[in-house]
């Protein structure tokens, strides 16, 4: 059976996602859900970590998670990334959060 949502997937110690970041937006917003990643954009420069600062930030809050919750496992030099959230910090509808548009789960 094909997993409908594949930038996201469930382990033993949490939740990864898989995310394209787009460093350099306007304001930091969900862009696309693709087949292997949701785009994000964010309000930060490509400089010194502060595009991954923001998208950690950005994670959590969309999650509706603590920052500390969120972690990047790979992808810190590039734009496809993997980011871990801990499963006990997940909230209790994350489910429903990550099922349906989340352009709506602001």
């Known amino acids: 059976m094909n997993d409908p949502h594949p930038w996201w997937e469930v382990t033993a110690t949490g939740m990864n996602l898989f995310v394209r970041a787009v460093p350099g937006a306007k304001k930091s917003e969900i862009a696309a859900i693709t087949a292997e990643y949701v785009r994000i954009r964010l309000h930060a ?24 919750a969120v972690s990047l496992v790979s992808g810190e030099h590039a734009r496809l990334k993997k980011s871990r959230g801990r499963r006990a910090l997940l909230p209790a509808r994350h489910h429903d959060v990550l099922t349906s548009d989340p352009r709506t789960c602001r």
């Not at 420069?45 to 991954?52: C, F, R």
């Open 45 to 68: 420069q490509a400089v010194e970590g502060q595009a991954n600062a923001e998208l950690l930030r950005f994670i959590a809050q969309w999650c509706n998670v603590r920052k500390s």
